[in-house]
């Protein structure tokens, strides 16, 4: 069992940056691949960004490269999603997920956090 905890959502202005974070409880953190998805309203949940159990290898939406960057720390229990040149279209709830295997598709993450919301504003 796998606990999520999303952190660092607020409001912006469109041009800047955040941080979000994801702590995970339990001892096989290190063993799992994680993934950022976000949900805007009326919209579908889509895919951010992923990073496999080690951080050797990480996938980007084509709508956030270049601006977002996944990144995680082991010892920390943590995996992180910094956000530049936000734009008003980054607004949504920011979800983090865990699964075995690096996923890109919500369909196969296993363990959800709960989601921090970022808005951006114009």
């Known amino acids: 069992q796998v606990q999520l905890v999303e952190s660092g959502g607020g409001l912006v202005q469109a041009g800047g940056s955040l941080r979000l974070s994801c702590a995970a409880s339990g001892r096989t953190f290190s063993s799992y691949a994680m993934g950022w998805f976000r949900q805007a309203p009326g919209k579908e949940r889509e895919f951010v960004a992923a990073?496999?159990?080690?951080?050797?290898?990480?996938y980007h939406a084509d709508s956030v490269k270049g601006r977002f960057t996944i990144s995680r720390d082991n010892a920390k229990n943590t995996v992180y999603l910094r956000m530049n040149s936000l734009k008003p279209e980054d607004t949504a709830v920011y979800y983090c997920?865990?699964?075995?295997?690096?996923?890109?598709?919500?369909?196969?993450?296993?363990?959800w956090g709960k989601g921090t919301l970022v808005t951006v504003s114009s």
């Open positions: 997920a865990a699964t075995r295997a690096t996923a890109t598709n919500s369909n196969e993450m296993e363990y």
């Open positions: 990073i496999s159990w080690s951080g050797g290898s990480t």
